[in-house]
């Protein structure tokens, strides 16, 4: 299926976003350690979060989290540290995505782990047990998942946990989220230095926990308001003082001309005219909002050069080669460099008549061309419903807010 999408002349519109992905998944992973009653309030509906709440609900000897990356590796941590024997597995695209690292970092502890297809790679065989090991040295470039994983296992060890990370430490607020949600939960974790960050030996406690919306999402709503004439938009359930990181997305924003002002009930966004004549910014703190601003800059013909995307070729897809691909549609000749840097110098070529947006599993490739349609109004995004993964009702969103969309069958699915 595709949709073509037709953008309003002005955007007006108050939308309750979804809450974040990224504290329900850590959430219920740190709940479920906690082995208390209390309820967690406002989670995610977005795939993601169903398939946590399933293993977690359900167990089960097999345990499919089809394409969500985040559960793939908190679950593998919380498996190998919880009594219990089970399979692991995922999509094809899951059983190409590496998890090596965490694995070796939990049989360090002495998880018992073995793959069952690929080494290095879902499916695994997990047998789990009360681990005694607490020493843990890892790169601090890799996934800020992977170590995350580990944290919250941390408080239920024996002897808890010190990790040490060395090298550049990517995606540190993401780490910080984690670590402040262990303490919403009553664990006692802190860096102790800018490399180490030691986990004591100290049950959680189960509180109740409300999760806020997700700044992530927030982020093409920002996307909309500067791509269009005129926009007045509200967000509700967003805190101005947020754990998640990508919260910094609203002063980069801020340079390309929308100013947030915050509301008892969230945020409201508003042009105000001015915009930078190049944008450089470094990701390595919130590479979710690549993609967003790949798509902002070259369509406000901004010249950029983003660095610390490393990260991006291990996601749902290799997002810096999927974003050469599809903004050359448009008529954007994007460059890339070390597998860390994607830069736009004004390279233009003649765009696609009828472009239709390959989405490749990902839905943050959707969700950040699809506001596209304001400036090219005969643009079609292929595969749409990969925004289930962490915005459900991105579509019916984008209608209330004066979006027309017409669904289209592809040629496959007409012959089914």
């Not at 995350?148 to 990517?170: D, H, Y």
């Not at 897809?317 to 460099?337: C, F």
Request: glycine share 6%; with cysteine.
């Amino acid at each position: 299926m595709r949709y073509l999408l037709s953008a309003p002349s002005h955007i007006k519109a108050t939308i309750q976003l979804p809450a974040s992905k990224s504290i329900s998944n850590r959430a219920l992973i740190i709940h479920a350690l906690s082995k208390g009653n209390d309820v967690l309030s406002n989670l995610s509906d977005c795939d993601d979060t169903k398939v946590m709440v399933k293993a977690l609900t359900e167990g089960g000897e097999v345990i499919d989290i089809l394409a969500a990356g985040t559960a793939m590796r908190f679950l593998t941590a919380y498996l190998s540290s919880t009594p219990g024997t089970h399979i692991i597995i995922g999509t094809e695209r899951m059983q190409q995505r590496p998890i090596q690292i965490l694995v070796n970092a939990l049989r360090e502890l002495g998880a018992s782990i073995e793959y069952t297809r690929n080494e290095g790679f879902p499916p695994l065989r997990i047998e789990g047990a009360p681990l005694a090991g607490n020493e843990i040295t890892l790169k601090g470039n890799v996934s800020s998942q992977y170590i995350s994983a580990l944290l919250m296992i941390g408080p239920i060890l024996k002897n808890g946990l010190q990790l040490r990370l060395t090298g550049e430490v990517v995606s540190r607020p993401y780490i910080n989220l984690t670590l402040q949600l262990m303490k919403d939960f009553g664990a006692s974790a802190r860096w102790t230095s800018d490399q180490s960050i030691s986990v004591e030996p100290q049950p959680y406690r189960c509180v109740p926990f409300t999760v806020e919306s997700d700044w992530s999402a927030a982020s093409y709503w920002y996307q909309m308001a500067v791509l269009s004439s005129e926009a007045d938009i509200e967000l509700t359930g967003l805190f101005r003082h947020s754990y998640q990181g990508d919260s910094r997305g609203a002063e980069v924003f801020a340079r390309l001309g929308i100013e947030t002002e915050y509301t008892e009930e969230g945020i409201r966004l508003r042009k105000n005219g001015s915009c930078v004549k190049r944008l450089d910014e470094d990701f390595v703190d919130i590479p979710d909002l690549a993609q967003t601003f790949v798509v902002t800059c070259a369509l406000l013909d901004v010249p950029f050069r983003f660095t610390g995307l490393q990260s991006l070729k291990i996601k749902e897809t290799d997002r810096i080669e999927a974003l050469k691909a599809e903004m050359k549609k448009l008529g954007y000749v994007l460059h890339d460099e070390d597998d860390s840097i994607l830069y736009w110098n004004g390279e233009r070529i003649e765009p696609q008549a009828c472009p239709v947006i390959k989405t490749y599993e990902d839905h943050r490739m959707a969700m950040a061309f699809a506001p596209a349609a304001i400036h090219y109004p005969t643009i079609q995004i292929d595969e749409p419903q990969v925004v289930s993964k962490s915005y459900p009702g991105y579509w019916d969103d984008l209608r209330k807010a004066g979006f027309v969309i017409e669904a289209h069958a592809t040629e496959t699915s007409s012959r089914q």
